[in-house]
């Protein structure tokens, strides 16, 4: 399997070192349009979409395989090997900053920093871990994603549209970004929602930088505490920005916190 | 001036002016504007009385994702805000707001952004559809279409149900044609059971189909798991296969990846299934060439492996705008395949089906003319190691590759005692080579079926005896097949195997159903297996010719195991017990000239003699043989040979039985 035509790799920059953009839950690569370009004079931008995101081959998708973070995480690895990536700086964003963290864990010679925007390594609160949910809101999550996917429209306009024979019915009318196959989405919400990743933020070796969003619902200050105070090497910076997405809602305090992020890791 | 002056006014020609301002505030729908991160900036009063917020609780206090419950919120921060960011826009995504109370709001939101001169983001403005009365709908039509996936799968049922109710006749129709197909008739009705029996054979699998399909659509279909080679599952399926491609002369390849657990936890039935369908497909649609069956490991950790499994053919092939189509039911590439071929059109829907359960998919490459490749994945978790078992392969079974001419290539005398004992047990007519060099001879000399090849041995390695053989002048040189029997079982020795012309591998210590299995399918073993043409005596390596020689040594054999007593007192008791049916067995073949049966014997009892050193016994029944070959039925040496059998048979056993007594007090 052509594991760039699986994840739908796209190369840019002119940099010899590169760096790899991993967007989160609900979107595509198409959410790192704001920062690529600030990097893509002095870095080779490697942008994908996790399987079942964006423009991946959904047909790669297996439930088996994608039941833990580690499925995603060996897609990561593999698009190393296939474009022979080493010492690489890893952007994630929400659950591909631990996709990123767990693949460096495995291989820690591919990654050489970490940059991971809004990660929670565990959401569902549980005795002295505030993960910002109660075990119902992440059932109410699921089950509102089991029951009621209707609602959604964008996402389920392609299936409803998506009549084999003309499949530009259901593009026309969708939304053009962050389309996701939503049996797979209902599946990665699973997989990221109920993940507990907090015993592998020890092994975490490579150098980290945390970006914590001001009133962020999803992973809140206390979460980004943990992360920092579990990965040894790590910094924080907690932004002025506000929700979950500091990429797409203040592109430039991002960019200039990876930025200056970089610049002081490498003296 | 009454109130309603100031909002409508009436033109002079009578056409009433509206108010842009009443038409915001009382619209029948609702209208937001948000700062980019939800703040509410303004909002009108359709909305605020759907939510029963007073405008002051929202403005500048509240923000959109405050309104709404933990899913949507999740939703609005992980798509909703993002989509509306990347494209300026969102059409028609459903929330549903929390009113005051805690009561929900089914909407309908599009929203656009409003950016400044700088490309930023200044502020979102959305309307809101009140839906709750579509909502209804929407739900009302989510349950009628779950009674309808319900009343198909009713239907589904009583699909299995009547397909199993037809099975039970159906076979009782297939057994007696068989019956009556043994019956003496004409030639006539012959051909009308004939006929018979291949309908109601058809018309079985046909309801077979059904059954599986529907049975799959009722939901009744579930995975087991169980510890399964896959290995030996392949190897019986092909062996089951094979006959058909006989027919067809056609080619059947395996390559499976050395890097294969030995145990994997799977469905042995279902993945028995599809690939069973996927070859037997490629072998009906191929007429001339070869079927390939080639097994990739994808990924492999301590846990999980990951199988690319490819059944490729040289066949008809399928039209490119046919091929999605091949999955669908009843659906086959054309009309003109069912006229030619038969079959039901379920069979890879079936497999598709089957796969499904797996979270894998069937997916499939074709070039018309030129051959087709279907292709899938399985992850599958890593099994326990089981110890070999003998005891496995089924005694009805055990028969099927008696008398198979096979040569075992190896230098070490423990693993030939090992292989051979399992060879002996299933009646293979088999002869030892000691190194390359040895093998390449007795190659030339006799016809084998097979050659098991030992990769690692003095003079002359496996590699180059195989290419060594495959050089030979012959086509029977460069058909023989070779399996590698080896400890080195890495995967890198892949391309040396390859080059050198040796089909498979055998890793050591090995698994005796692979081993019947590999040897079942590579000898094509079939009940009318012609005795191979005579051919010249040969010379045994092992034999020396000397008259005043000892009846038999036991050294070789104690050296062999290992010094270890026990055992070799074991095999000598066998070996008496062996021998006085040997007596018998000789005598007999030679009475009715019957070489088959006494190579047969010959074979079987070589290796020991050879062994023990049991010259002048050999030298007699080697005798013997010429003798059968020679053809000339000679009464009088035939009685010659047959007392020099028994006198040097009597001799041995008379011998061991001494040994027995005077080492082991017996």
Same mark, same amino acid.
């Given at each position: 399997?052509?594991?760039?035509?699986?994840?739908?790799?796209?190369?840019?920059?002119?940099?010899?070192?590169?760096?790899?953009?991993?967007?989160?839950?609900?979107?595509?690569?198409?959410?790192?349009?704001?920062?690529?370009?600030?990097?893509?004079?002095?870095?080779?931008?490697?942008?994908?979409?996790?399987?079942?995101?964006?423009?991946?081959?959904?047909?790669?998708?297996?439930?088996?395989?994608?039941?833990?973070?580690?499925?995603? &995480?060996?897609?990561?690895?593999?698009?190393?090997?296939?474009?022979?990536?080493?010492?690489?700086?890893?952007?994630?964003?929400?659950?591909?900053?631990?996709?990123?963290?767990?693949?460096?864990?495995?291989?820690?010679?591919?990654?050489?920093?970490?940059?991971?925007?809004?990660?929670?390594?565990?959401?569902?609160?549980?005795?002295?871990?505030?993960?910002?949910?109660?075990?119902?809101?992440?059932?109410?999550?699921?089950?509102?994603?089991?029951?009621?996917?209707?609602?959604?429209?964008?996402?389920?306009?392609?299936?409803?549209?998506?009549?084999?024979?003309?499949?530009?019915?259901?593009?026309?009318?969708?939304?053009?970004?962050?389309?996701?196959?939503?049996?797979?989405?209902?599946?990665?919400?699973?997989?990221?929602?109920?993940?507990?990743?907090?015993?592998?933020?020890?092994?975490?070796?490579?150098?980290?930088?945390?970006?914590?969003?001001?009133?962020?619902?999803?992973?809140?200050?206390?979460?980004?505490?943990?992360?920092?105070?579990?990965?040894?090497?790590?910094?924080?910076?907690?932004?002025? &920005?506000?929700?979950?997405?500091?990429?797409?809602?203040?592109?430039?305090?991002?960019? &200039?916190?990876?930025?200056?992020?970089?610049?002081?890791?490498?003296? | 001036?009454?109130?309603?002056?100031?909002?409508?006014?009436?033109?002079?020609?009578?056409? @009433?002016?509206?108010?842009?301002? #009443?038409?915001?505030?009382?619209?029948?729908?609702?209208?937001?504007?948000?700062?980019?991160?939800?703040?509410?900036?303004?909002?009108?009063?359709?909305?605020? #009385?759907?939510?029963?917020?007073?405008?002051?609780?929202?403005?500048?206090?509240?923000?959109?994702?405050?309104?709404?419950?933990? !899913?949507?919120?999740?939703?609005?921060?992980?798509?909703?805000?993002?989509?509306?960011?990347?494209?300026?826009?969102?059409?028609?995504?459903?929330?549903?707001?929390? *009113?005051?109370?805690?009561?929900?709001?089914?909407?309908?939101?599009?929203?656009?952004?409003?950016?400044?001169?700088?490309?930023?983001?200044?502020?979102?403005?959305?309307?809101?559809?009140?839906?709750?009365?579509?909502?209804?709908?929407?739900?009302?039509?989510?349950?009628?279409?779950?009674?309808?996936?319900?009343?198909?799968?009713?239907?589904?049922?009583?699909?299995?149900?009547?397909?199993?109710?037809?099975?039970?006749?159906?076979?009782?129709? @297939?057994?007696?044609?068989?019956?009556?197909?043994?019956? *003496?008739?004409?030639?006539?009705?012959?051909?009308?059971?004939? @006929?018979?029996?291949?309908?109601?054979?058809?018309?079985? +699998?046909?309801?077979?189909?059904?059954?599986?399909?529907?049975?799959?659509?009722?939901?009744?279909?579930?995975?087991?798991?169980?510890?399964?080679?896959?290995?030996?599952?392949?190897?019986?399926?092909?062996?089951?296969?094979?006959?058909?491609?006989?027919?067809?002369?056609?080619?059947?390849?395996?390559?499976?990846?050395?890097?294969?657990?030995?145990?994997?936890?799977?469905?042995?039935?279902?993945?028995?299934?599809?690939?069973?369908?996927?070859?037997?497909?490629?072998?009906?649609?191929?007429?001339?060439?070869?079927?390939?069956?080639?097994?990739?490991?994808?990924?492999?950790?301590?846990?999980?492996?990951?199988?690319?499994?490819?059944?490729?053919?040289?066949?008809?092939?399928?039209?490119?705008?046919?091929?999605?189509?091949?999955?669908?039911?009843?659906?086959?590439?054309?009309?003109?395949?069912?006229?030619?071929? !038969?079959?039901?059109?379920?069979?890879?829907?079936?497999?598709?089906?089957?796969?499904?359960?797996?979270?894998?998919?069937?997916?499939?490459?074709?070039?018309?003319?030129?051959?087709?490749?279907?292709?899938?994945?399985?992850?599958?978790?890593?099994?326990?190691?089981?110890?070999?078992?003998?005891?496995?392969?089924?005694?009805?079974?055990?028969?099927?590759?008696? !008398?198979?001419?096979?040569?075992?290539?190896?230098?070490?005398?423990?693993?030939?005692?090992?292989?051979?004992?399992?060879?002996?047990?299933?009646?293979?007519?088999?002869?030892?080579?000691?190194?390359?060099? *040895?093998?390449?001879?007795?190659?030339?000399?006799?016809?084998?079926?097979?050659?098991?090849? *030992?990769?690692?041995?003095?003079?002359? #390695?496996?590699?180059?005896?195989?290419?060594?053989?495959?050089?030979?002048?012959?086509?029977?040189?460069?058909?023989?097949?070779?399996?590698?029997?080896?400890?080195?079982?890495?995967?890198?020795?892949?391309?040396?195997?390859?080059?050198?012309?040796?089909?498979?591998?055998?890793?050591?210590?090995?698994?005796?159903?692979?081993?019947?299995?590999?040897?079942?399918?590579?000898? +094509?073993?079939?009940?009318?297996?012609?005795?191979?043409?005579?051919?010249?005596?040969?010379?045994?390596? +092992?034999?020396?010719?000397?008259?005043?020689?000892?009846?038999?040594?036991?050294?070789?054999?104690?050296?062999?195991?290992?010094?270890?007593?026990?055992?070799?007192?074991?095999?000598? @008791?066998?070996?008496?017990?062996?021998?006085?049916?040997?007596?018998?067995?000789?005598?007999?073949?030679?009475?009715?000239? #019957?070489?088959?049966?006494?190579?047969?014997?010959?074979?079987?009892?070589?290796?020991?003699?050879?062994?023990?050193?049991?010259?002048?016994?050999?030298?007699?029944?080697?005798? !013997?043989?010429?003798?059968?070959?020679?053809?000339?039925?000679?009464?009088?040496?035939?009685?010659?040979?047959?007392?020099?059998?028994?006198?040097?048979?009597?001799?041995?056993?008379?011998?061991?039985?001494?040994?027995?007594?005077?080492?082991? +007090?017996?």
């Amino acid at each position: 399997m052509d594991v760039l035509k699986r994840n739908n790799v796209t190369v840019i920059g002119t940099g010899e070192k590169a760096m790899i953009f991993a967007h989160g839950y609900g979107c595509d690569q198409n959410m790192w349009r704001f920062i690529t370009p600030a990097f893509k004079d002095e870095y080779k931008i490697v942008l994908l979409d996790l399987v079942g995101a964006g423009k991946s081959d959904s047909t790669a998708f297996n439930k088996v395989k994608y039941e833990s973070l580690n499925g995603y &995480a060996d897609d990561i690895l593999e698009i190393c090997y296939a474009l022979d990536l080493w010492h690489t700086i890893f952007v994630g964003h929400s659950v591909s900053s631990m996709i990123g963290a767990l693949a460096a864990v495995k291989e820690p010679d591919r990654f050489e920093k970490l940059v991971m925007i809004g990660p929670s390594p565990c959401y569902i609160n549980s005795d002295g871990y505030v993960g910002g949910f109660s075990k119902e809101d992440i059932e109410e999550l699921l089950d509102s994603l089991d029951s009621n996917y209707l609602g959604w429209s964008a996402a389920m306009a392609p299936v409803i549209m998506g009549n084999p024979d003309k499949p530009e019915l259901g593009e026309e009318l969708t939304n053009s970004f962050c389309r996701t196959n939503p049996e797979i989405a209902k599946h990665f919400a699973h997989t990221t929602f109920l993940s507990d990743n907090r015993a592998d933020l020890k092994n975490i070796k490579t150098k980290a930088l945390i970006l914590q969003c001001s009133e962020d619902v999803i992973a809140p200050l206390e979460v980004g505490n943990f992360v920092h105070k579990q990965i040894e090497n790590s910094e924080m910076i907690v932004m002025e &920005a506000t929700g979950h997405c500091p990429n797409l809602s203040a592109p430039e305090e991002t960019i &200039a916190a990876i930025r200056s992020f970089l610049e002081r890791t490498n003296k | 001036m009454g109130k309603e002056e100031d909002i409508f006014r009436v033109t002079y020609n009578g056409v @009433i002016d509206e108010s842009a301002e #009443d038409l915001y505030e009382n619209a029948p729908c609702g209208y937001l504007s948000t700062l980019p991160d939800g703040t509410f900036l303004k909002v009108n009063k359709t909305f605020l #009385d759907w939510v029963g917020y007073k405008r002051e609780e929202l403005l500048h206090q509240k923000k959109i994702q405050d309104l709404l419950p933990i !899913g949507g919120k999740l939703y609005y921060e992980t798509h909703y805000a993002p989509l509306l960011r990347m494209q300026g826009f969102v059409n028609e995504i459903n929330f549903a707001f929390k *009113d005051k109370e805690g009561q929900q709001l089914p909407a309908l939101v599009n929203t656009v952004q409003v950016k400044g001169d700088d490309g930023n983001p200044l502020l979102n403005r959305s309307t809101v559809f009140n839906i709750t009365d579509r909502k209804k709908y929407e739900q009302e039509l989510l349950r009628a279409k779950k009674e309808a996936e319900e009343a198909a799968k009713v239907k589904a049922e009583f699909l299995s149900t009547v397909s199993h109710e037809i099975r039970t006749p159906m076979n009782a129709i @297939i057994s007696i044609a068989n019956l009556l197909q043994e019956m *003496d008739h004409t030639q006539e009705q012959k051909e009308y059971f004939r @006929i018979l029996k291949l309908s109601a054979d058809n018309l079985l +699998h046909l309801i077979n189909d059904i059954l599986d399909h529907s049975k799959i659509e009722a939901g009744k279909v579930t995975l087991s798991e169980k510890n399964l080679s896959l290995r030996e599952l392949v190897y019986s399926l092909l062996y089951s296969v094979n006959v058909k491609a006989e027919e067809k002369s056609l080619e059947i390849k395996v390559d499976i990846d050395e890097r294969l657990p030995a145990f994997v936890m799977g469905d042995p039935v279902k993945i028995s299934q599809v690939l069973t369908n996927l070859l037997s497909n490629a072998i009906k649609f191929t007429d001339k060439g070869h079927v390939a069956l080639r097994l990739q490991v994808q990924e492999l950790d301590e846990k999980v492996v990951s199988v690319d499994f490819y059944v490729q053919d040289t066949g008809i092939g399928i039209p490119q705008d046919r091929l999605e189509k091949v999955f669908e039911e009843f659906t086959q590439a054309n009309y003109e395949i069912n006229l030619k071929y !038969g079959g039901t059109g379920l069979g890879l829907t079936i497999s598709q089906k089957l796969l499904a359960l797996y979270g894998s998919k069937l997916s499939v490459e074709s070039e018309e003319g030129k051959g087709t490749q279907f292709f899938f994945n399985l992850r599958l978790k890593l099994g326990k190691e089981v110890p070999s078992q003998p005891e496995e392969i089924a005694a009805s079974q055990e028969t099927a590759i008696k !008398g198979v001419r096979l040569l075992l290539v190896e230098d070490n005398p423990v693993n030939v005692l090992v292989v051979s004992k399992y060879l002996r047990k299933w009646g293979i007519n088999f002869d030892v080579a000691v190194n390359g060099v *040895d093998a390449v001879e007795k190659v030339k000399q006799e016809n084998y079926e097979l050659v098991l090849m *030992d990769l690692q041995m003095p003079e002359m #390695d496996g590699y180059q005896a195989t290419s060594t053989i495959r050089s030979l002048a012959g086509d029977k040189y460069k058909r023989l097949p070779v399996i590698a029997l080896s400890a080195s079982a890495r995967y890198d020795y892949k391309a040396r195997i390859e080059a050198a012309g040796i089909q498979d591998f055998i890793s050591k210590p090995f698994n005796a159903k692979e081993l019947f299995d590999k040897i079942a399918f590579y000898s +094509h073993r079939s009940e009318q297996e012609p005795l191979a043409t005579a051919e010249p005596a040969k010379a045994t390596v +092992h034999k020396i010719s000397t008259p005043g020689a000892p009846v038999l040594t036991l050294d070789t054999l104690l050296e062999m195991l290992d010094g270890n007593e026990k055992d070799l007192e074991e095999l000598v @008791i066998m070996t008496i017990r062996n021998f006085k049916s040997y007596k018998i067995e000789f005598q007999d073949a030679l009475n009715a000239f #019957d070489l088959k049966n006494y190579r047969f014997h010959h074979h079987k009892i070589k290796m020991t003699l050879e062994l023990m050193q049991a010259v002048r016994l050999q030298t007699a029944i080697e005798r !013997g043989r010429k003798f059968l070959e020679d053809g000339t039925k000679n009464k009088q040496e035939q009685e010659e040979i047959r007392s020099a059998i028994n006198q040097e048979l009597e001799t041995v056993l008379l011998t061991l039985k001494e040994i027995l007594s005077s080492r082991w +007090h017996h």
